[in-house]
């Protein structure tokens, strides 16, 4: 095959395949019964043609008698006025007339038998037509039904055009949606931890100090659950101190008044400023550690050899 004959081929190929894509059924039906009605209209024309041809012999057969006849006479009248050249003449022309009658009688027949033949073939026809036309709108009928019935079961299953692009118009909401809500999850945790606190204006100075004030109270808790704790603690060890129990009791005073001070310090960081408490002295202190007052050395005490003031 020549490359000619195969280009040729692929063209007639591919515009047999747009002609197919593009015809429509319903369309080719009313065509084909547009064309059998022109047909059925000749033959009507046709019948109509050769009736007429076969009136026009009918009238010339009925001129052509009516002149026989008046030769005839006109013979008959010339023999009796004794004139037998002229009725040789008048049954001479009669002889032609009776010939074009003949030929003319032969015509109307062939004329009549041929209007008989078109007359049955166009009722033929008309009863074709008249199949072909019902048999179209039922074909027709049943295409768009279903035509119908395929789009439904299209948008049914999401395969149709239309169809597939709201499934897609949707998946592209949704995806938008659920991207949106992570979005102001995420703004919201970060305004929570405080990490936007800069982007979202002027912040609230009185719940600022709310939380301020929130958070000491948690501060002061703690503390007052520590000291609790101490003081709870503090009497078990001096019940289990030896006869050395003196300086251990100084020792652990000096250390509660040493946590005492740095809760007092850390108190005085973390809440607002407050005018300073009166001073305890030695016996108010060792109480609130739970020391006995009996174990602390008085003021008139005065020290031995060799200790220090």
């Given at each position: ?25 319903r ?43 008046k030769?005839?006479?006109q ?17 001479s ?10 030929d ?9 038998s ?37 789009r439904?079961?299209?948008a ?11 499934g ?15 979005r ?15 982007l ?9 100090e ?75 202190a ?19 050899d060799?200790?220090?003031?």
């Amino acid at each position: 095959m020549s490359v000619m004959k195969r280009v040729s081929m692929i063209f007639r190929a591919k515009a047999n395949k747009a002609l197919d894509r593009m015809e429509d059924p319903r369309e080719t039906l009313d065509y084909s019964y547009q064309t059998q009605l022109e047909l059925l209209q000749k033959v009507r024309r046709g019948v109509a043609d050769v009736a007429t041809s076969r009136k026009r012999v009918e009238l010339q057969m009925n001129q052509l008698e009516q002149s026989s006849n008046k030769l005839d006479k006109q013979a008959r009248d010339a023999l009796s006025a004794g004139r037998e050249d002229l009725a040789r003449e008048a049954l001479s022309r009669k002889s032609g007339v009776q010939g074009q009658l003949a030929d003319l009688q032969t015509q109307y027949t062939s004329l009549q038998s041929e209007e008989e033949k078109l007359t049955s073939a166009s009722q033929r026809l008309q009863a074709k037509v008249d199949a072909f036309r019902t048999k179209k709108e039922t074909i027709k009928a049943t295409y768009t039904a279903a035509e119908a019935q395929t789009r439904i079961n299209e948008a049914f299953t999401g395969i149709s055009e239309e169809m597939g692009d709201v499934g897609m118009a949707i998946q592209r909401a949704e995806d938008k949606t659920a991207q949106m809500q992570a979005r102001a999850g995420a703004i919201d945790e970060l305004m929570a931890s405080g990490a936007l606190d800069d982007l979202g204006g002027r912040r609230d100075d009185i719940q600022a100090e709310l939380d301020q004030l929130s958070a000491n109270s948690d501060v002061e808790s703690e503390l007052r659950r520590l000291r609790g704790e101490i003081a709870a603690s503090a009497p078990k060890q001096l019940e289990g101190s030896g006869p050395n129990g003196d300086g251990q009791g100084q020792g652990q005073a000096q250390s509660a008044q040493a946590q005492s001070a740095q809760a007092q310090s850390a108190q005085a960081q973390s809440a607002p400023y407050a005018p300073p408490a009166p001073t305890q002295n030695p016996q108010q202190a060792a109480q609130s550690a739970g020391i006995p007052v009996s174990d602390l050395p008085s003021a008139n005490d005065q020290p031995q050899d060799g200790e220090g003031p």
